[in-house]
């Protein structure tokens, strides 16, 4: 009997309405901040290094298994377009690029408010999710403004752990907090290589999510999953027993 239900936040709870925005506020701010610093840097460098700072988030997300701050990825941006910027001025902007979601908050996807309400009712939940530019304290105030973390126990989030899935020690953490047997726990994501296999490497039952609005980039052929589940709506009882 599962009595822990463990979700992913990234295109499992939340799609990614306002990204366009959001990035546009984040290339702003980070502009701004060279241009008021003295630095000259052409807008192409800087759309470069932006673009180029996932090559270096995934590398440490995938392969490290952790995932790089706010403030890491501001510095790296600025490694690769070649400026310095006081240390006062790269938080400024680090925690511009980390609230900046709350101005532009992407949407709950089809089904999950009833579908988390139907399974607070039989279990706890929590939610383990790898982090980048928001970190935890903010992806909570999302979740908030959804009105969907009174369901929610307990909270896992790699930038406060230090760890990222598939790491066990994400699952152990949000296990641990509820004091629960990995026998007892299944866990909801959308990429089979760190929700899913982190999952069932960990000892829990695993269920992939397909129902998000945009392809993923990581998506795998097959799965190890115990379920597959393409809408909310699919949720059921027998998913828990």
Known sequence: MITV??????????????????????????????????????????????????????????NRQRTPTSEEMVREMCRQANITLPESVVMEVAESFSRGILDHPPSLLPGVDAALEFLASRAKLAVISDTAFSGGAVLREVMEGAGIAKYFSAYVFSDETGVAKPHPEAFQAALGALNAQPREAMHIGDIERTDIRGAKNAGMKAILYRGGNEPSKYAEESTMADLVMDHWDEMGADALA
């Open 5 to 62: 239900v463990t979700i992913d936040f990234w295109n499992t709870l939340f799609d990614h309405t306002g990204g366009v925005p959001r990035n546009l506020a984040r290339k702003a701010a980070l502009a701004g901040a060279v241009a008021s610093s003295g630095n000259l840097c052409e807008p192409a460098t800087l759309e470069r290094a932006y673009e180029g700072v996932w090559e270096y988030f995934d590398d440490h997300w995938l």
